[in-house]
Structures are given as structure tokens and as C-alpha cells.
């Protein structure tokens, strides 16, 4: 079984700064691992996903995740945040011949002009 | 315009009442989810479908019941709704699971009182 950790329920940072969002995650076999996107009063949208091969990953935005399998850890960043950034970002993991998708609980990002 | 449908978007029930969420995508995708997003705990999976005619218990499944006739429509059925069924609800589907992207309704805010 798997489940997903994400550290810090909401994240200020000025326009112009770095992001960083973090995620742990744990799972019995290598995982699939997914950064979602949620804008208000809408359904949620694929950031960037990991499945194999490079362990850094590009995704929409200028968003950017790397797998890093000794600290079981999947952490989003964006060099620079725009205002348009502000949203509730989701981490998730799944696993192979699993149809199961597991949801961290979200972390709301706060952009500050 | 191809995507997942989610009916009604919003609704006030009546405990006790018997209520169906009703989910239809036209991208013919295999697997199917129901999930419900309560603050500070993200998405939780309450059922899921891997292909037409299966389907599967997820993280929070009591009080809800679901069906897969065919591949387009996985309908969400809460048999006597009851007030902590309060939450808002998304349909989503993919076309295998596993290390597929999941692509999510607009949601149905339902409240019980």
C-alpha cells in the first residue's frame, strides 16, 4: 500500500521567489508519482509526473519535481512564482498494476506581490 | 468538448434521503474514480473501477455504492446520506491507471443537513 506526506498545509513566498513544496511518500514497490494542481472552484490538473527513467522532471509552468528514491522524496519547485501560481498543489502515488491514485493531503500556495 | 461530466454541481439534501452523482467521460478511458475532498485531508478514494463491469473499494467506502454498466459512466450513490457526507466530490478517469494521467470532473459540492 501507499501513502503520500506532504510537509507544511500552506506556503507563502513574494512574486518573483523560489518554490518549494515537499512530499514523502511510501510505497512497497517502486512508484508512479504525480504533482496535481488545483485553481479555485475547479477540478485538478497534471503538474508533472514521474514514471521511470529520468529522475528529474519537467512540467507545465516552469514547474520541475526529482525522485529521489533514498529519501523517498518527490519535491516540486518553481524558481520564480508568479501571481497566477497561487493555488492548492496535491502530491499522489501509484503503483505498478495498481489503479489506485493516493492524494497527499495539499499544500495551498500564497503568492505575494 | 472531451472530458468527464459531473452532474449536479452542487446540492442541499436532506439526511436520510437517497442521492446519485452522476459521472460520464467520452475519452473511453478504462479506469474510473470517485473521490471526495474534505479540508486539510485532500482527496480520499472512495471507489474506483479498473474497466466496465469491475469495480473496487477505495480508502472510504461506507455509505456510498457505485456501478460500471459500461465504459462512459460510473455513477456515485449514497444510499441514506448522513451530515458528514458533507464534502465536494470528483469524478476521474484514466486510460489504464497505474502511470496514466487522471483527468478530473469540475466536482459536485453536496451538502447534508
Known amino acids: 500500500a501507499q501513502s503520500v506526506t506532504q510537509l507544511g498545509s500552506h506556503v507563502s513566498v513574494s512574486e518573483g521567489a523560489l518554490v518549494l513544496l515537499r512530499c514523502n511518500y511510501s510505497s512497497s514497490v517502486p512508484p508512479y508519482l504525480f504533482w496535481y494542481v488545483q485553481y479555485p472552484n475547479q477540478g485538478l490538473q497534471l503538474l508533472l509526473k514521474?514514471?521511470?527513467?529520468?529522475?528529474l522532471v519537467k512540467g507545465i509552468n516552469g514547474f520541475e519535481a526529482e525522485f529521489k528514491k533514498s529519501e523517498t522524496s518527490f519535491h516540486l519547485t518553481k524558481p520564480s512564482a508568479h501571481m497566477s501560481d497561487a493555488a492548492e498543489y496535491f502530491c499522489?502515488?501509484?503503483?505498478?498494476?495498481?489503479?489506485?491514485?493516493?492524494f497527499g493531503a495539499g499544500t495551498t500556495v500564497t503568492v505575494r506581490a | 468538448i472531451a472530458g468527464i461530466t459531473q452532474a449536479p454541481t452542487s446540492q442541499i439534501l436532506a439526511a436520510g434521503r437517497r442521492m446519485t452523482l452522476r459521472c460520464t467521460q467520452d475519452m473511453r478511458h478504462n479506469a474510473m474514480y470517485w473521490y471526495r475532498q474534505d479540508l486539510g485531508l485532500g482527496l480520499r478514494l472512495i471507489h474506483y473501477s479498473n474497466t466496465a463491469g469491475t469495480t473496487g473499494k477505495g480508502e472510504v467506502p461506507d455509505g456510498y455504492s457505485v456501478s460500471r454498466a459500461n465504459t462512459d459512466d460510473f455513477p456515485l450513490t449514497l444510499a441514506s446520506a448522513v451530515p458528514s457526507q458533507t464534502s465536494v466530490y470528483f469524478c476521474?478517469?484514466?486510460?489504464?491507471?497505474?502511470?496514466?494521467?487522471?483527468?478530473f470532473g469540475q466536482g459536485t459540492r453536496l451538502t447534508v443537513v
Open positions: 476521474a478517469s484514466s486510460p489504464e491507471g497505474g502511470n496514466t494521467e487522471a483527468f
Open positions: 514521474y514514471t521511470t527513467g529520468a529522475t
Open positions: 499522489a502515488v501509484s503503483e505498478f498494476n495498481d489503479y489506485k491514485l493516493s
